[in-house]
């Protein structure tokens, strides 16, 4: 069984920050593959970034160089450091695991959290 807790949405002004944490139990943390998804309302589930188990990285287009996703092992979290939001960042962020990184399509991921909420200002 894999348990992912999201935590670290809020509200923010355009150009602001925030820090979305995803707390993983239930397994050995690091082989897994860890991703992070955006849902705007009305829209499809979105990747927008993950890590692999050797800490490769894969970025959506619209976030590189805004967003940086990261891992620490020793306390099985991962992080999703977003800088410079926008408006359309606005939505549910949810925290996605898998065995191996196959892609960042919400089809590659099999445990999801149950999402913290991020709303952008303009």
């Known amino acids: 069984q894999v348990e992912l807790v999201e935590s670290g949405g809020g509200s923010v002004q355009a150009g602001g920050s925030l820090n979305l944490t995803c707390r993983t139990a239930?397994?050995?943390?690091?082989?897994?593959?860890m991703g992070w998804f955006h849902q705007a309302p009305g829209k499809e589930r979105e990747g927008v970034a993950l890590?692999?188990?050797?800490?490769?990285?894969r970025y959506l287009d619209s976030v590189k160089g805004r967003f940086t996703i990261s891992r620490d092992s020793t306390k099985q979290i991962v992080t999703l450091q977003m800088n410079s939001l926008r408006p359309e960042d606005t939505g549910m962020y949810y925290c996605?695991?898998?065995?191996?990184?196959?892609?960042?399509?919400?089809?590659?991921?099999?445990?999801w959290g149950q999402g913290t909420q991020v709303t952008v200002s303009s």
């Open positions: 890590i692999n188990s050797d800490d490769s990285t």
């Open positions: 996605a695991a898998e065995v191996h990184c196959y892609g960042l399509r919400t089809m590659d991921f099999g445990w």
């Open positions: 239930g397994y050995s943390y690091n082989p897994y593959c």
